[in-house]
């Protein structure tokens, strides 16, 4: 099954920017969609966005959407969640995870799980001046 490895978290100030990798181990990449989630304390877990496959389509969350992209590089089969402009409220654990199929779905995303989905382990993001 494959396995996913978060990196590329840490502090950055207010107004800065932050690129979070998610490593796709075990299987090749293109087989799969994915997403990008955060939770902060006390939050609910928030959708981001997903980059689909096979066709790398992305779709985000209104709110993120134009600060954050996803990209991905299938040769070394690393996911990239870039975050420009980090604000107050970004701060939170962030977790890549795939699944069959993502999509636009009107100011968000949508995506099919499977028994096959895998989640990464987080990484934080912290934003503090």
């Known amino acids: 099954q494959v396995q996913l490895v978060e990196s590329g978290g840490g502090l950055v100030q207010p107004g800065g920017s932050l690129r979070l990798s998610c490593a796709v181990v075990?299987?090749?990449?293109?087989?799969?969609?994915t997403a990008w989630f955060r939770q902060a304390p006390g939050k609910e877990r928030e959708g981001l966005g997903c980059?689909?496959?096979?066709?790398?389509?992305?779709a985000y969350r209104d709110s993120v959407e134009g600060r954050f992209t996803i990209s991905r590089d299938n040769v070394t089969k690393t996911v990239y969640l870039q975050m420009n402009n980090l604000e107050p409220e970004d701060p939170a654990v962030y977790y890549c995870?795939?699944?069959?199929?993502?999509?636009?779905?009107?100011?968000?995303?949508?995506?099919?799980?499977?028994?096959?989905?895998?989640w990464g382990q987080g990484t934080q993001v912290t934003v503090s001046s």
């Open positions: 995870a795939t699944f069959p199929v993502c999509g636009s779905n009107g100011d968000t995303f949508y995506y099919t799980s499977s028994p096959y989905d895998a």
């Open positions: 980059i689909s496959s096979p066709d790398g389509t992305t």
């Open positions: 075990g299987d090749t990449l293109e087989y799969y969609s």
